[in-house]
Structures are given as C-alpha cells and as structure tokens.
C-alpha cells in the first residue's frame, strides 16, 4: 500500500498543468465539484493518483482506465486489475491511499467542539462509555481518532454512508485496534501534523504497519 500527501496549496500543482495532466474522465470526475476549493481538493487527488498509475503500474497516456462507483458512491477504477484507492482531504491537506485490496482513508482536523451533541450517533455504546471517562483534555484527540477509524472502515467496505456510525464498534482500547466481530479489517493510525488524526483501515491478512509507505508531494 502507497499513501501519497499533497498540500493544495503547493505552488507546483498549477491548476492548468494539473487539468492537462490527467485523463479527461478523472478531470470529469474532478468538475462534479461545483465549490472551487473542493474542485481543487479533487484535482490535486486525481492527480496523484494518475502519477502512481503512469510510473507504479506502467501505464500510457492513451490507456483505457476509467473512474465508475459502485452502488453506494465509492469510485473504482475499471481497466486495471488489482488496484483500489480512496481519497480523504481535510484543511489544506489531500491523502491518496493506493493498494491491491480494498482500501479506506479518512483525515480530518481535530477541531474542538461541543462532543456531546454527536456522541449519541458517531460512537456506539461501548465507544460512548470508554470515551466518557476520558479527562477532557484527551476528548478531542479521540474523538477525532475514533472518527477517522471508523469512517475509514466503512469506506473500506465500500458502503459509506449506508452503515450507522454507531452501529459497530471500534476497540481503540486494544493493542491491536479492529472492528469488533471484523478481524480482518486491519487499522494503522498515521503519524501526521499536530492537530489532524488520519486512520487507514484494508481488508488483509497481514500486518498492515509492514505494508504502508508514504510519499508527500513537496
């Protein structure tokens, strides 16, 4: 598995350059964003993705590879065998995460906000009692860490939005953190800038720490 990170705001990712770059249907797939910032967040991650395809999997420019969804949204590429992505952006920040198995990532910024009011539909009932005997001054952290965990397992799942985020339990508390009744769904817990969680989560029979390298754009 390959992550790759990029700063939007790279002077290097000209946006012209960016859009003549990349094949037309991930240009297409990037212009369903309407919102400029949210246009660029897509751009920059299409293209990142596009770069590991040219030099990872040998691809030409003239190969077929299209971007479709499945049932429930999640992008997919068609034309090259054993290859899955996803894409998460928060702030300034974009992360491709590539690998040979299914593949979910999510990173968000940990800003502070009054927990209780999304506790109830985030985190189930055994979440919710380990995470309320915290001191508060690790609440935003692992809130943040239980947020990023668990929406990287249902975008590994390819089903987002389709299952409740308090409907399955994450056992952060573990030495080896997984899914409760899901052992083969393996997490790894990114090292990133101060005040962000970013979570990794692939269906493999490994251990995931020995599978992940990291590439930032500069």
């Not at 990712?13 to 249907?25: A, K, M």
């Not at 967040?41 to 691809?59: C, D, G, T």
Request: glycine share 4%; with cysteine.
């Amino acid at each position: 598995m390959i992550i790759y990170f990029s700063n939007i705001n790279n002077p290097k990712l000209n946006e012209i350059h960016l859009e003549n770059r990349i094949p037309f249907n991930f240009l297409k797939e990037a212009r369903k964003y309407k919102k400029s910032l949210d246009y660029r967040r897509s751009l920059v991650a299409y293209y990142l993705l596009y770069e590991y395809l040219l030099f990872n999997k040998k691809i030409y420019e003239f190969t077929p590879v299209k971007i479709l969804k499945n049932n429930h949204g999640k992008p997919y590429l068609k034309g090259i065998d054993n290859c899955y992505f996803n894409i998460t952006h928060s702030g300034d920040w974009v992360a491709v995460a590539i690998s040979n198995t299914e593949v979910g990532i999510d990173l968000e910024y940990n800003e502070s906000f009054d927990f209780d009011e999304v506790i109830d539909y985030v985190l189930s009932d055994r979440e919710k009692i380990f995470f309320l005997q915290l001191p508060d001054v690790l609440k935003c952290k692992t809130f943040y860490r239980f947020w990023t965990l668990k929406e990287s397992f249902v975008k590994a799942m390819g089903i987002g939005l389709a299952k409740s985020m308090n409907s399955f339990t994450t056992e952060l508390w573990s030495k080896n953190i997984c899914v409760t009744g899901e052992k083969n769904f393996k997490f790894y817990e990114l090292p990133f800038y101060e005040k962000y969680s970013l979570s990794v989560c692939c269906n493999i029979s490994d251990e995931i720490e020995n599978m992940v390298e990291v590439k930032i754009l500069l």
